[in-house]
């Protein structure tokens, strides 16, 4: 079975820099998508980054594209987003997923939850002013 877990969340100031974790357990990381959503109270599930881990493609959303880097390490099966210059419309709890179906280019893949999709619990980034 699948197991997400995240990590690294803060409660940061706007200009300040994180970096999130996620151990990935159960799951075989060879040539396997995977990526980070967030979702601000009250709003949508936003995708910001996904990575294959083949190493053929990164995705980033507009709103973060330039400031966050995903990337991973296979001997640690961990998945990464190091995220730079945060606002504050980055606060959110943020999710790792192991993606298996939606679209990539275009996030539709957020619009398909688990248990298609694999999300972990999440983390909390909160960025202040």
């Known amino acids: 079975q699948v197991h997400l877990m995240e990590s690294g969340g803060d409660s940061v100031q706007a200009g300040g820099n994180l970096t999130l974790s996620c151990v990935v357990s159960?799951?075989?990381?060879?040539?396997?998508?995977m990526g980070w959503l967030r979702q601000a109270p009250g709003k949508e599930r936003e995708g910001v980054a996904v990575i294959y881990t083949d190493g053929t493609a990164l995705t980033y959303s507009d709103s973060v594209k330039g400031r966050f880097t995903i990337s991973f390490d296979n001997a640690k099966n961990t998945i990464f987003l190091q995220m730079n210059n945060l606002k504050p419309e980055d606060t959110a709890m943020y999710y790792c997923?192991?993606?298996?179906?939606?679209?990539?280019?275009?996030?539709?893949?957020?619009?398909?939850?688990?248990?298609?999709?694999?999300w972990g619990q999440g983390t909390l980034v909160t960025i202040s002013s």
């Open positions: 997923a192991a993606i298996r179906v939606g679209e990539i280019g275009n996030m539709g893949w957020v619009r398909t939850p688990p248990p298609a999709n694999v």
């Open positions: 159960g799951y075989d990381l060879r040539r396997k998508v």
